[in-house]
């Protein structure tokens, strides 16, 4: 889990929207929970599970 959390701010067409948030519904997860799933698996799938520890030796 993130310790820290950044805002992201999307513009979307308002039926999509509301198609989605009613899919999130459906699932018991909150849009942002969603959005925050996608996300993950993204970054994961091009840099792999691991893409924190190479982030972090990136720095040191």
Do not use: H
Request: glycine letters at 2%.
């Amino acid at each position: 889990m993130e310790n820290r959390t950044a805002r992201l701010t999307l513009l979307i067409d308002p039926e999509k929207k509301a198609a989605f948030e009613a899919l999130c519904k459906q699932e018991d997860v909150t849009p942002s929970q969603k959005v925050r799933q996608f996300i993950r698996e993204y970054v994961e799938s091009k840099l792999g599970p691991d893409w924190r520890e190479q982030e972090q030796q990136k720095t040191d």
